[in-house]
């Protein structure tokens, strides 16, 4: 009965697609197909035969965590390149929605493009890249910098052919047999429209991931939209965010997108007691952390910033949580603060953060706050404040 019921509403929703092609035949092509993209994706994905009605949420609830005990793995999600947000956050979860957060030209295309790179590589999985700003080419120059460690301008003018360590570089790690192992398309979304994006998305999942298969898509960026009389620019803000969480639910799937900081996030000469770090700086519209699932400010360390973690061996950056919802193995919960030590003698309760060298397009992690004190021998945790605030 359940699989006459399905192939029913199959069937039905493809006269619902013979529909939307006779009546809007003089429609953009690509707007047809996203329609047609939506409602048979939406139709399938809501075959799970059991969501229908509400489930008691302790049947069976013993057995799927013996299950889960039977087949353990390192991370729930789809595990990144960066050890210390793995072991905070348990990797990028299906049907997640994430969004880093900074002023422009801070990283934030450096990091989303490397974790497009890296996450297909760990993880085996196709990546989709949809991309506001850049043309294809340009991300392939910026992606062969990053692998091969050549600057850019040699790559790009073709002068590595004169560098003898260039020619090495470039010939050991962007050869066939390395590069096999990436598995991301890019697509400049620039001149798009948003349910145009949606669709593009959809069919490359059908084409290149196929259902419950693993896969990642990367937005790059949640830019100020054009809008009418009619809409605001928060509303419209919303309006995107909430359709793309939608679709990595739709997809399960996780997406991962950048936004930019308002003006209280500008860290160009200012002191850290000057900056503020809290979700009062992100641009546009509060429902950036409403809908997603995880929301990071990305910002250059300021000077003194650098000094007290001890120099350039700390990085040259902070990922800083605004706010997350799933755990990794070693969560701190809704808290992470840790007291730390000033030059001055003073101590303060400071929320943790990852540290992040970017460095010709490469993101390398450098540890925590928690890491930088430790290399000081300052290291005192909120719940040692019960304890004399003994250092570990």
Same mark, same amino acid.
């Given at each position: 009965?359940?699989?006459?019921?399905?192939?029913?509403?199959?069937?039905?929703?493809?006269?619902?697609?013979?529909?939307?092609?006779?009546?809007?035949?003089? /429609?953009?092509?690509?707007?047809?197909?996203?329609?047609?993209?939506?409602?048979?994706?939406?139709?399938?994905?809501?075959?799970?035969?059991?969501?229908?009605?509400? /489930?008691?949420?302790?049947?069976?609830?013993?057995?799927?965590?013996?299950? +889960?005990?039977?087949?353990?793995?390192?991370?729930?999600?789809?595990?990144?390149?960066?050890?210390?947000?793995?072991?905070?956050?348990?990797?990028?979860?299906? /049907?997640?929605?994430?969004?880093?957060?900074?002023? $422009?030209?801070?990283?934030?295309?450096?990091?989303?493009?490397?974790?497009?790179?890296?996450?297909?590589?760990?993880?085996?999985?196709? *990546? @989709?890249?949809?991309? *506001?700003?850049?043309?294809?080419?340009?991300?392939?120059?910026?992606?062969?910098?990053?692998?091969?460690?050549?600057? @850019?301008?040699?790559?790009?003018?073709?002068?590595?052919?004169?560098?003898?360590?260039?020619?090495? /570089?470039?010939?050991? =790690?962007?050869?066939?047999?390395?590069?096999?192992?990436?598995?991301?398309? &890019?697509? &400049?979304?620039?001149?798009?429209?948003?349910?145009?994006?949606?669709?593009?998305?959809?069919?490359?999942?059908?084409?290149?991931?196929?259902?419950?298969?693993?896969?990642?898509?990367?937005?790059?960026?949640?830019?100020?939209?054009?809008? =009418?009389?009619?809409?605001?620019?928060?509303?419209?803000?919303?309006?995107?965010?909430?359709?793309?969480?939608?679709?990595?639910?739709?997809?399960?799937?996780?997406?991962?997108?950048?936004?930019?900081?308002?003006?209280?996030?500008?860290?160009?000469?200012?002191?850290?007691?000057?900056?503020?770090?809290?979700?009062?700086?992100?641009?546009?519209?509060? +429902?950036?952390? !409403?809908?997603?699932?995880?929301? !990071?400010?990305? +910002?250059?360390?300021?000077?003194?910033?650098?000094?007290?973690?001890?120099?350039?061996?700390?990085? *040259?950056?902070?990922?800083?949580?605004?706010?997350?919802?799933?755990?990794?193995?070693? $969560?701190?919960?809704?808290?992470?603060?840790? @007291?730390?030590?000033?030059?001055?003698?003073?101590?303060?309760?400071?929320?943790?953060?990852?540290?992040?060298?970017?460095?010709?397009?490469?993101? *390398?992690?450098?540890?925590?706050?928690?890491?930088?004190?430790?290399?000081?021998?300052?290291? &005192?945790?909120?719940?040692?404040? &019960?304890?004399?605030?003994?250092?570990?």
């Amino acid at each position: 009965m359940v699989k006459l019921y399905a192939l029913r509403e199959i069937s039905s929703t493809c006269d619902q697609i013979k529909t939307i092609v006779s009546k809007n035949i003089n /429609k953009p092509l690509p707007t047809i197909i996203g329609e047609c993209d939506k409602i048979y994706g939406e139709k399938i994905s809501s075959f799970d035969l059991e969501q229908d009605e509400p /489930k008691n949420i302790f049947d069976e609830l013993l057995e799927q965590i013996e299950e +889960r005990g039977n087949n353990p793995q390192e991370e729930v999600g789809l595990i990144t390149p960066f050890p210390e947000f793995n072991r905070l956050y348990g990797g990028i979860r299906n /049907k997640n929605f994430y969004v880093i957060v900074s002023r $422009a030209k801070s990283g934030k295309s450096s990091i989303l493009g490397f974790l497009a790179n890296e996450v297909s590589k760990i993880n085996n999985c196709p *990546t @989709l890249f949809l991309d *506001t700003e850049m043309s294809s080419e340009e991300i392939k120059f910026r992606n062969a910098a990053s692998i091969s460690q050549v600057p @850019l301008w040699y790559l790009e003018s073709g002068n590595w052919r004169k560098n003898k360590d260039f020619i090495e /570089k470039v010939r050991n =790690s962007l050869n066939k047999d390395k590069l096999k192992n990436y598995f991301v398309d &890019h697509y &400049h979304v620039g001149n798009k429209s948003m349910d145009e994006i949606l669709a593009i998305a959809r069919r490359w999942y059908l084409k290149k991931v196929g259902r419950n298969k693993k896969g990642f898509i990367i937005y790059d960026y949640l830019k100020i939209p054009e809008v =009418s009389h009619n809409i605001t620019e928060w509303q419209d803000m919303g309006m995107r965010v909430d359709r793309l969480k939608k679709l990595s639910e739709e997809l399960n799937i996780p997406i991962f997108s950048a936004g930019q900081t308002n003006r209280s996030g500008i860290s160009t000469n200012k002191k850290s007691s000057d900056i503020i770090d809290d979700a009062s700086t992100i641009g546009t519209s509060d +429902r950036i952390s !409403w809908y997603s699932s995880g929301v !990071w400010i990305l +910002r250059r360390k300021t000077q003194d910033e650098i000094v007290l973690d001890g120099g350039l061996i700390s990085g *040259t950056h902070k990922l800083i949580e605004v706010v997350v919802r799933s755990q990794g193995r070693d $969560a701190a919960g809704h808290q992470d603060l840790i @007291l730390r030590t000033f030059p001055d003698g003073s101590k303060k309760y400071c929320q943790n953060y990852i540290n992040l060298e970017i460095n010709n397009f490469t993101v *390398t992690e450098k540890g925590s706050l928690r890491d930088s004190i430790i290399r000081g021998n300052h290291v &005192h945790l909120v719940q040692d404040a &019960h304890n004399n605030n003994q250092p570990l």
